[in-house]
């Protein structure tokens, strides 16, 4: 069943549905190693159009997701915020789940847009979707995200720290901390 898709606004950010135009940004956010440095490896352009393809499909079949996030008279694309639910969730020892992420460009880092963002987010989860609960969860050594989820109001489960399942053994990001919040 397709969903009418939802666009949220901030006071700096319009988070919206993906266009066409975003996907060479986005393989540029995806191939900045900065960007990347706590996922596995920069994407090349075919997988990050790949990528783009499955976040559009999910985000029209559900009407929300992972939203484009653009600036308000500034940029057109500076990355994504959204919610998921992971694909791989019962590989996750702390599903079923309701995940919120993000992903922005460096040259929009330490702005306050992933936390503007986020907040928006969590707000429309808990409100217009009835969530109960929204998990987030990133590498242990992904500092800056984890400042992002402590100022949304997460807090740290550390009894659900977990090694990735899509990661393998002795891999050095394969260790995952987790974050809640009600």
Known sequence: MTTSPVTLETERLIL??????????????????AVMRYFPAPLDRADSDRLARR??????????????????????????VGLNIPDY???LP????????????KDHWRRGYAKEAATEVLRYAFEDLGREEVVSFTAAQ???SQAV??????????????????????????????????
């Open 142 to 144: 992904n500092l800056p």
């Open 94 to 105: 702390f599903t079923p789940a309701f995940e919120i992420g993000w992903r922005l460009a």
């Open 149 to 182: 989820m402590q100022a949304i109001g997460m807090t740290r489960d550390t009894s659900g720290d977990f090694d990735h399942p899509l990661l393998a053994p002795g891999h050095p990001l394969r260790r995952h901390v987790l974050y809640r919040k009600r």
């Open 55 to 80: 976040l559009e499909q999910k985000f029209a079949a559900q009407g929300w997701g992972w939203w484009a996030v653009e600036v308000r008279s500034g940029a057109p694309f500076i990355g994504f």
């Open 89 to 91: 969730a019962d590989e």
């Open 16 to 33: 919206r549905p993906w266009r066409k135009t975003d996907l060479e940004p986005f393989a540029d956010l995806n191939a900045d190693p």
